[in-house]
C-alpha cells in the first residue's frame, strides 16, 4: 500500500510539473466502494486516508490538510 501511495504522489507531482501548476498539494482516487485521499506533506512525507463512497470529503479535506501541514512542520 505504501509503495502505491507513494507512486501515486509522484505521478500527481509530475502531472502538476508538466502543466506548471506548482507544488502538489493534494490528490484523489475514487473507485466504486471507496476513496483514497493523498496530502503532500513537504518532501518527505506523506498522508493517505481511505474513506468509504459517500463519506463526508469536505470534512475529510479539512481535517487532512490541517494534519497534512501538523506533519510537514515535524519533519521540517
Given at each position: 500500500?505504501?509503495?502505491?501511495?507513494?507512486?501515486?504522489?509522484?505521478?500527481?507531482?509530475?502531472?502538476?510539473?508538466?502543466?506548471?501548476?506548482?507544488?502538489?498539494?493534494?490528490?484523489?482516487?475514487?473507485?466504486?466502494?471507496?476513496?483514497?485521499?493523498?496530502?503532500?506533506?513537504?518532501?518527505?512525507?506523506?498522508?493517505?486516508?481511505?474513506a468509504?463512497?459517500?463519506?463526508?470529503?469536505?470534512?475529510?479535506?479539512?481535517?487532512?490538510?490541517?494534519?497534512?501541514k501538523?506533519?510537514?512542520?515535524?519533519?521540517?
Amino acid at each position: 500500500m505504501a509503495a502505491m501511495i507513494a507512486t501515486a504522489l509522484g505521478l500527481g507531482m509530475r502531472i502538476c510539473d508538466t502543466f506548471s501548476a506548482g507544488d502538489l498539494s493534494e490528490t484523489s482516487v475514487t473507485g466504486n466502494s471507496g476513496q483514497i485521499y493523498v496530502y503532500s506533506t513537504g518532501p518527505k512525507g506523506v498522508l493517505a486516508v481511505y474513506a468509504v463512497t459517500g463519506a463526508n470529503v469536505g470534512l475529510i479535506n479539512l481535517e487532512c490538510r490541517d494534519a497534512a501541514k501538523k506533519i510537514a512542520a515535524i519533519f521540517g
